[in-house]
């Protein structure tokens, strides 16, 4: 699926001078053929996301009400913009649209997609320079994502002269059946009409790097609506039958910057034989438990969010090293998210998605034991996932986490690393003890057999996803609690920076 | 599952005189005991659910953190009590324990549970005598089914001498470490220490119906943490055992009040003979269109959200129906939900969480294709709930819609009736055209062997969810332009009705 490109998309040729019957054959055609799509995409394993924006953003409503007349309602899932919920806001600006993000099978219609809500703090110049160029980098990453992933992506700008503005506007006052439609700030985009322009254009043109605007003059209303009907029909016909093998000529995956990187061996710079004596231990496991409260109190209170996610080897001490940071911290403020196998509901989307659901609100500390970075470990070694899926999530992974750091969520990613011997003597004991057994299972000892393999994973993981913001720790954990006090000392240290950075910054 | 009574539980003994190595010793085993039945329950098809609630609010606090501490943290959803976000505020109050309810294998916390958080509003007077009856009724009935579905689920109420809160709060005062625990409400909660009490022993009383309060005294830290923890401990082993039938002794289900009214054969009323014409069908379709359209406007201007529930025969003409009244609204404002087949998130909880998950935000209009109801219709036909499963899912179904009735929300049901000879006949016409061919297969033919049974279903459906509030429709849907105009007549009424009523209420 994932080297499917998306159809060559043009805005069908409409001829306006239709006569009323034809023009209704031709809808009645139409609909037929929606609606049959619509069917056929349900055995479908890729969803199709519609983004409808525009400067007519009247007409984009009257389309999208268009659309669920002329289609099957119950497989549509429509979302509108509107000003963000308190739940919106406190996580990064794209949760909401991974949020309302159509499963595998359906139909997702969204009316003001990412990159399109930004032009009106850009006219009311709310918006700085290079915060518009974050997002339209993180719009163009998720549009290469979803693409990737098989999404059938469509966007869509309806644009309509001043004068034809200026005409409905009128019109719809006069007209109380439709008055619905007019908003105070339609005149306000009308009066702004000119210096919008090079502003819209310059954002269609930025934001056209993976998926391009198909751009359609909404001056005649039904003309307007059977193009755009016309555009999802025929890319859906295209797309479905590609993904039934009637299209063959997939494109190869595209080398990506940064893969011919060498990989550096980090594992074996990791200084295992590191050990720390019992007292000392104890004194400093107090210490900085006593510190890491304090400083979760802080945190809670400037609301910060903190994600971690803690990585390692079978029987490396994960969870022992997640007790001893949640002790520290009120079980109100720290959840923990042990990732074992996704829902259904999580495998109709993106790989990411169970985890853009479990993000904390600001203030909160989230807790992940196994991470997104499955994808590049056991997905890749175990080859759940293709080789081009789990190359490109290296930046699809510093994408999503450095949206985290730009909302203000301090992202630490740990790798508790121990050596094949230790993990066998681990594997032992577990065995013996009555409550550690369940931990054992044949799969551990199966997963062994593949320690060069995974190796090789974990280097290329840290050398690609290991950034300034969000960096990857390397702990040597074949002695546990030397492994426990590095892991708080860092998080303190780290949580002190972020602290530090919120009251200065 | 259904028919195990939750454990007779009795707050365990705990010698407050135990030496230091002892009680080290009965912690260890005890942190054992709960996590090997974490593991356990894990396989379980059921949840644990705990309430902590109490005067001693920083106990509550302190001994979630412990639980955290003792238990593994990993399969512990704790939740508390925070003011409600905005996206809670505009749903009915239970809807956010709704959203935190733990699945099947798993130990949910909540700090403050549903009728706890009542008292604070009671001691400011901001609770009226028959708005806390109606939040206690609905938290028993939540209890009820809860318990009904095989949820272990233990209320756990922290008391504390005034004396003892009082040294309490100096001491956390003095500490620093500690004081994150104290806040403000703590002194309020000290300061009116008498005025509260009889309250809080009404509350109790009140919200002992089905689930009783272990009331704990919370003076020594130690012994209260002790305490908690070995109820739940006990608790979960009891409860484990007796999933695996070492307890035999289930409790048959109880008659309901209610099940002894006669079943009236509502279907046989329904006068199928209604029809409409054409001509005249067009001319009220659009006068019921415009007023929809009106009507919807008002609706969302008042923040008032709309329930309808769309039931009926199969090949009844519900899409036909539900299309002719999203046609008339917005999609901004109107979303439909097809109930098919529930993932596996909503099929680890009680069936009502997937219409839960997806109540509407006030001021928006929700439409179920097939709803709730499919537990007493196709369930209970199909002998895929038992007996006491569908039996009591009446008293289910009316508490959950009274509380979107409460809440403000309009809630209507229809359902579509036409006979059997008619059905036949759109089955062999769906086959026919290529578009609804799709909507045809065996399964249909298969439950027209039925219809006997589901005649049945669905006269004792609506002998025993009609209600003032939430009514039944029964509509003759022979003819399927009648249907429609029926339709969308009543529900202008009733939307009339609810403005009305939010105007002048």
Known sequence: MAELPNPPVAVPDVAADLSKDDRKAVIEDLRLGLVNAQYRLKDANFPVLVLLGGRDRIGTEQVVDRLHEWMDGRYLDSWFATPRTEEERTRPGLWRF??????????????????????RALMRGDLGRSDY?????????????????????????????????????????KNPAQARYAEELDWEIHETYDK??????????????????????????????????????????????AANGVVADAAPAAVREGD?????????????????????????????QVKLHDL???????????????????????????????QAISARDCKVFPIA??????????????????????????????????????????????ESEWRRAYDEINDFESQLTEHGNLVLKFWLHIDPHEQLARFRAREQTHYK???????????????????????????????????????????KRYARIRVLKILCKQMEAALEGSLHG
Not at 103 to 118: D, K
Not at 206 to 216: C, E, G, H, M, R
Not at 305 to 315: K, N, R, S, T, Y
Not at 438 to 449: A, C, G, H, L
Request: net charge positive; with cysteine.
């Open 437 to 479: 057994k369940y931990k054992i299972t044949d799969e551990d000892y199966r997963n062994r057999e593949r320690w060069e393999d995974y190796v090789h994973a974990v280097n290329e993981m840290v050398t690609r996803t290991d950034t300034k913001n969000a960096p990857w720790i390397l702990v040597p954990a074949n002695d």
């Open 296 to 326: 979760s109190l802080q945190m809670r209170e400037q609301k910060l969010a903190c994600v971690l996610a803690f990585e390692g080897w079978d029987a490396a001490g994960k969870g022992g090293v997640i007790r001893r940071v949640t």
């Open 196 to 241: 919008a322009t090079p502003l819209i254009e310059r954002m269609l043109k930025d934001s056209s790097d993976v998926v391009p605007w198909q751009v359609i003059d909404g001056s005649d209303e039904k003309a307007r609506d059977l193009a755009v009907a016309r555009l999802i029909h025929e890319a859906m016909e295209w797309r479905l039958d």
């Open 260 to 288: 011919e990187h060498p990989i550096v061996d980090h594992l074996a710079n990791v200084k295992l034989q590191k050990t720390i004596a019992y007292d000392k231990y104890k004194e400093r496991l107090k210490k900085f």
């Open 133 to 173: 160029r974050r997002r339209v980098l993180h719009g163009n990453n998720l549009e290469r994502l979803l693409v990737d992933d098989g999404v059938l992506l469509l966007k869509i700008w309806l644009d309509l002269p001043a004068e034809a503005m200026k005409k409905r506007l009128d019109k719809l006052h």
């Open 341 to 386: 196998a996704p829902t259904d509901e999580e495998l109709a989307r993106n790989y990411l998605w169970r985890f853009w659901r479990r993000l904390p609100r600001d203030g909160y500390m989230h807790i992940f034991d196994r991470s997104w970075y499955g994808r590049v470990l056991v997905e890749r070694v175990e080859g759940f996932a293709t």
């Open 98 to 119: 991974w949020r309302a993000m159509p499963p595998n099978g359906r139909t997702g219609l969204f009316a003001g997609g990412w990159i399109v809500l930004n032009i």
